[in-house]
């Protein structure tokens, strides 16, 4: 079921593949489109996993994710 207008929420998830573990989640008001908060969301995803800087980050979205922004912000951080 989905719902729209300022009833619904849109959620965003991001786990740690290995273990599952949800490392970061965020419920937004409305029906925002995925791009919104998309880097700042990541960003905060990325700081929590556990050993970020010992493992290479592999970044996985839907397509609303899918802009140059977020491209770059991804690869002068050294994620894919």
């Known amino acids: ?3 729209r207008g300022p009833e619904a929420q849109a959620r965003q ?3 740690e593949r290995k273990s ?3 490392v ?3 419920l937004r008001p409305g029906d925002p489109g ?3 908060g998309a880097v700042a969301f ?3 995803g990325v700081a929590r ?4 800087r010992r493992r290479p980050v592999l970044i996985r979205a839907d397509r609303g994710f899918a802009f140059e922004a977020l491209y ?3 690869e002068r951080r050294g994620w894919h």
Request: glycine share 4%.
């Open 1 to 3: 079921m989905s719902f």
């Open 13 to 15: 998830l991001c786990r």
């Open 20 to 22: 599952g573990l949800v």
């Open 24 to 26: 970061h989640s965020q």
């Open 34 to 36: 995925s791009a919104t």
């Open 42 to 44: 990541l960003r905060q």
């Open 49 to 52: 996993l556990p050993h970020r």
């Open 72 to 74: 770059a912000r991804c």
